[in-house]
């Protein structure tokens, strides 16, 4: 089976940019989380969804939003993006069963330059 | 405010040297204290859940053990693929985790 899949890998942008990022769930998960990873720190809640309904926030300006689809697949947006927003997006996926027991995509590296 | 902190920061040992991780927690409540071993340029990946103080798991080389306050994680005649960054979690409500900074394990043969 696939694991969570993320898209893209890699971005760069510039300060004002906007970006989404997306996201897959292991198959038969509903729940999905974002975390933002700064290098050298462990990853930050950002969000919560759960059958497209908002679960959590972290301590995330405005600037973050994010939405959940039927398939349980999810977006992750980041507007008018600063130098600090540089991290790895992680996104997780979580069964009804075991909610802290995330498995994580790989990853979204963003660059804001 | 529940926080996460883990020590030491970097750790090397060699091929065959058994030590361990310290994660000490603060936190209203404990619902799960999770382990979570993370390569390079990768998601962390899921390694163990803790539920209650006195608890133990073991998965190959790693066994993690929980009290009240922290919990550990022994890393048996470690070999160079355990390198790897070593996070642990504790849970506030669903998916919300609060990670320590990690351990950064290298094993060298």
Do not use: M
Request: charged share 20%; aromatic share 10%; net charge neutral.
């Amino acid at each position: 089976d696939a694991g969570v899949t993320q898209s893209p890998t890699h971005l760069i942008k510039t300060r004002g940019q906007q970006v989404t990022l997306r996201c897959s769930p292991i198959s038969g998960h509903k729940s999905v989380s974002w975390y933002q990873q700064v290098l050298g720190q462990g990853p930050q809640f950002i969000f919560q969804y759960y059958e497209k309904e908002e679960r959590g926030r972290g301590n995330f300006p405005d600037r973050f939003s994010a939405r959940q689809f039927p398939n349980y697949s999810s977006e992750l947006n980041v507007n008018a993006l600063l130098l600090g927003d540089s991290a790895l997006y992680l996104c997780a996926s979580s069964s009804d069963r075991a909610a802290g027991e995330l498995f994580f995509g790989e990853g979204s590296r963003l660059t804001v330059l | 405010e529940d926080q996460v902190t883990q020590s030491p920061e970097a750790l090397r040992l060699q091929e065959g040297e058994s030590s361990s991780l310290n994660c000490s927690y603060t936190v209203s409540g404990l619902r799960g204290l999770f382990w979570y071993r993370q390569d390079p340029g990768k998601g962390p990946e899921f390694l163990f859940t803790l539920y209650s103080a006195g608890e133990e798991k073991e998965k190959e080389r790693l066994k993690a053990t929980l009290t009240k306050k922290e919990s550990f994680l022994h890393i048996t005649a470690p070999k160079p693929e355990d390198s790897a960054t070593y996070l642990c979690a504790v849970q506030v409500y669903g998916n919300k985790l609060v990670f320590g900074a990690g351990t950064i394990l290298r094993v060298k043969s």
